[in-house]
């Protein structure tokens, strides 16, 4: 059985930092692009970052300078540095694993974590 697992949301304020982690089992990781998506209330499901299986990296037009992505094949992890956020980035922010080696909408991704609520406060 496939898990994903995020941790590190949280409330902050803006131009905070945050660091998002996801823990991954039941898979071979290595062999999985892994990515972030967020969704705010009201709002679909928005790409945030990637990080393809074979080393490529893919950000989201808004996170690019903000954000980078991560991961560890010895930990089956993928990690989400957020810096400088704004109210803005408020949303819950999923992981997801796809057997895809470029970058795909949620619809690539053939599994996903339960997501974690990251806040941005004014």
């Known amino acids: 059985q496939v898990q994903l697992v995020e941790s590190g949301g949280g409330l902050v304020q803006a131009g905070d930092s945050l660091r998002l982690s996801c823990v991954a089992s039941?898979?071979?990781?290595?062999?999985?692009?892994m990515g972030w998506f967020r969704q705010a209330p009201g709002k679909e499901r928005e790409f945030v970052a990637a990080?393809?299986?074979?080393?490529?990296?893919y950000y989201g037009d808004s996170m690019k300078g903000r954000f980078t992505i991560s991961r560890d094949n010895r930990k089956n992890s993928v990690y989400l540095q957020m810096n400088m956020l704004k109210v803005d980035d408020t949303a819950v922010y999923y992981c997801?694993?796809?057997?895809?080696?470029?970058?795909?909408?949620?619809?690539?991704?053939?599994?996903w974590g339960q997501g974690t609520q990251v806040t941005v406060s004014s």
């Open positions: 997801a694993a796809s057997t895809a080696s470029r970058r795909v909408g949620p619809g690539g991704y053939d599994y």
């Open positions: 990080f393809s299986w074979i080393g490529d990296l």
């Open positions: 039941g898979l071979t990781f290595r062999t999985y692009t």
